[in-house]
């Protein structure tokens, strides 16, 4: 069976030697999902790929009929909870897209399933697909794989950035606006370091795609050459490139923060020995300390080592007495050590409190 894995340690073999691996879903909570593809060994000539012209063994795919039974029996067990389902484009585009739309009709409608799926558009697919692709899962998505159609064009020659991936990302994104898809919207992914792109265009597409393409996330995939492809003999990206992306993009998505407010290098990159909250922080001296007890929303977001929560656990905190000392940093959960240096504590520097702790 042909099976697409995740990223990370705690993947496990199911019984039948799927990969199951946890996923997150939007809500937070974290489940075993089934990551498939519908068909190994693509006709596409992706660079970076294993799937690519063929694979490097021999191809093989799944009846709608086969995987759809499998994943249920998997469910029935209590092995998994959710299907991400994709697939090698083997047949054409369109032939493709319909193995899988078959297999979610038959979840949906046969087998009843009312939990999660993720749908992967394949590039190339008709809007009506799309269409039915919305109608049937829980997200959807396409991968742009490069932030440009010129650097798509190095990595991916079969694909056409503007008709294939573009155009269904956009239909998505007007089915959001219009209220016509009001699920688990829409994701992408980006592949790090195969198209000689700078981190300051990755993360320019990714801004653009939040706000223009209306996406739920934006994932990040740091190249890791796989023998017998083209990109073989270079070297691996390393993965801080790939965290500090994950960490901007949580700054532009949760933190408030717009694209002219990250650092990047005078090569246009972001610098690895950095996190670039903190960098963003150094360079405006005169936003800090902030009073803690008085600070708005907004500000405690700027502070290296407070996020989202922390800082709402702060303004719950406050309601009920002044904060005047480190601990209630840490019952916020905020990352105290890295936050004092940045706070007054009811009028007295956190930093220094942090001296004698």
Known sequence: MSCACGPGQNRQRGDDGLWIYPAALPSGQRVPMLKVLQASGCERSCIYCVERCGGQVRPSSLAPEQLASAFVDLHRRGRVAGLFLSSAIRGGAVATMDRMLGTAELLRGRHAFRGYIHLKMIPGSR??????????????????????????????????????????????????????????????????????????????????????????????????????????????????????????????????????????????????????????????????????????????????????????RLLRMRRQQRLRDVEALRAAGASWKVASPYLLLDGRPAERQLRLC
């Open 127 to 312: 809007p009506d697909q799309i269409d039915r692709a919305m109608a049937l899962a829980t997200r959807v998505s396409v991968n742009m794989e490069a932030p440009t159609a010129a650097h798509l064009a190095r990595i991916a020659p079969g694909k056409n950035f503007d008709a294939q991936i573009l155009a269904p990302m956009r239909q998505v994104a007007h089915a959001i606006e219009s209220g016509q898809f009001a699920r688990s919207g829409q994701t992408t992914q980006l592949v790090v370091g195969a198209a000689g792109e700078l981190d300051r265009d990755v993360v320019g597409a990714a801004d653009w795609g939040y706000r223009e393409l209306k996406l739920a996330r934006v994932y990040y995939s740091a190249l890791q050459p796989v023998p017998g492809t083209p990109v073989a003999e270079h070297a691996p990206i390393p993965f801080m490139r790939e965290h500090r992306l994950y960490q901007v993009d949580f700054l532009l998505r949760s933190y408030g923060f717009s694209l002219d407010e990250i650092h990047f290098d005078g090569a246009g990159a972001l610098p690895l020995d950095a996190d670039p909250k903190t960098l963003w922080a150094s360079h405006h001296p005169e936003r800090f300390p902030v009073e803690i007890n008085k600070a708005r929303l907004e500000e405690l977001l700027r502070v290296p080592g407070i996020g989202p929560r922390s800082a709402q």
